[in-house]
């Protein structure tokens, strides 16, 4: 039997049309993904939800918004990861974000994102120490920092050597969180509710409805 | 009456004797080395001489680098704390308050707590309301009041401290533990310098202004010309600093406020040998109460000491038991064993004789009888009980708080321009050419009994009644020939 023929046993016309279908169908999904990835990572995109905006608001306060270099690091850029498999793993990891916004507490209400911002924000340092900062690497190269003051190089040679980037830098781009291990619910409960003009205890009552 | 005075008396030799039975050299840290010298501190030095290459100098010239303590060691923290924070892999706090400070020097600590400077925010409290708050505003108390009576530091909610309350080196600042002070208001940070604390600059910070002239008094006293001219002989760098003994060039502010001499102990309670409270409208010798937390309060001479075992309100405004009272014949005698390491017995006593007079002076001649004609503008409803909306509210704090405050600091510390023209006269100036004419404009006709009984009654002020009496001080003799109409 030649080997046409032991081809052509197989691979009929059905069998071609089938993985000629397919192959497309896989590269339309490889590139929806990536534009579905790219996508959901805009700014635009996250703060879609009403939430999110007030991440934003501090966000643009940043140096990673307004940069003397008109280089600007949106969303997705530094919480969702390289690599297209990847950045897919955390969009769908992503979802728990999306049913807690629709199931969760009224995070549209601002008082309530801030009373929930610590645990938020030590997820998110969680992720980066996990990921050793690996979005932060893409454009910052730890050798190459030099910073507008004399030792900020050498500090990042030699002192922060083999340290991830979020060891030091948190609090960053967004509203200041104490680390977890000297974070205060109490105080940070009394703070929001000064900041919002809410009486002594409102922040207890607001999480515990949830 | 006997039995209380006879037991105030004891308990003043008590308190004599806590001065004289002391070491004279400087409370050396007893605490074990294996206390200090945490592993995290090379780290920190790595870094910060980097980041911040003057602070690391700064300590590396300090006795604390010699002794190997280092940066962890005063700035740990436990995360419990309400002002702890994640640095690098520490937990620490920016604030070193008293309570750290006195891990190691406790007997400073335990001296300066409950000392009047350590109650520098309550005493400040009414002035910070008015001059602060209504004169200017909440700017000027956080970077004026504040800075030398010292800040409520304030720690936000995300750990971070309230710019309005730090940064702050008061003396009386009230920590987020809780403690009260600043060790740094007077030791410089981060190189604590003996010598740096022991000269009068240390305390001019803050000892500067019209309420407290001391800067300008003691560089304008003969003890301020010989400190200038002999600087160098002072031995500001000796461990052991006993006025006489370890120099004698010049005493400096420490040296009779809380330096060693002789028998006397140096302290951390800067007020204690303070007789005279030389702040108020009318001057008033004073009782240093002292109560069995430690804590301590000036009492006036004028009420009636307290008991032992009373209760008495600290300033804090908390409940106080009285332990002892020490009185200003004794605060005095301390005051005076220092001056003895120069001075003859007799050539202290004069001094102490011609500053009491001067005080009294001005006590009798001025401040009593504007204070009491303030009093009855009052209690007449002639000014609003409002402080400063009337010229002449200004006009009287100027007379017993700055002029009378210039005077009476400038016979303290032998400054003899302060005493006189920046003190006596400035405070005559104000009563004759300012008050007693304001008086006359807030109660009419009224003034003139008012200005007869506290004023002209006293044989002081007979010469107002002798207005032939010509001389050549204003420059030239007047032409006395024309009528004098009276009023």
Redesign the interface.
Known sequence: MSKASWLSQYITRHVLFALIIGSCGGILFILFLIEFDQYTGTEAFCTSCHSMSFAAEDYRQSAHFNSVSGVRASCGDCHVSEGIFAATLDHVMGVSDLWKQIFGPDYDDPVITALHLPEAAFAAREWFLRKDSATCRRCHEQEAIHGSRLHTNAIHVEDAKNKSCIECHYNLVHRKVPDQKTFKRDAWNRMIEEEFGLEAGAAERLMGGE | MESRLGFTCLWGWAFLLLFLSAPVVAEKVKLDPSNWGHSGGD?CV??H???S?GVVTEWQQSAHAEAGVNCMDCHQAK?EE?D???H??Q?IATIVSPTDCGRCHDREFSEHKGSVHSEAVALGNADRSVLGDNLAGPALTTSGCDQCHGSVVK??????LDPATWPNSGIGRINPDGSKGSCSACHGRHRFSKAQARQPIACARCHASPKSPDQAVFDSSKHGMAYQAHIGDMNLDSDSWSAGKDYSAAPTCVTCHMGAAGKVAATHDVGMRSAWGLYGPVSERQHLVMFEDGDKREWPVSADAPKRGAEMQKLDGNPGTVKFVATPDRRRQVMSAVCRECHSKSFANGFMDQFDQLVELFNTKFGAPSQAIMQSLYQQGLLTPAPFDEPIEFIYWDLWHEHGAAARHGAAMASPDHSAFAGMYAVARSFYGEFLPQVRAVAGVGAVDLIQQHVLSQPAHNWLGQPDQASAVLGSLPDATGERRDE
Request: proline fraction near 0%.
């Open positions: 780290e790595s870094c001489k980097k980041a290459a995360s309400i702890a924070f994640e690098e892999g937990i720690v936000k909610g995300d750990g971070t």
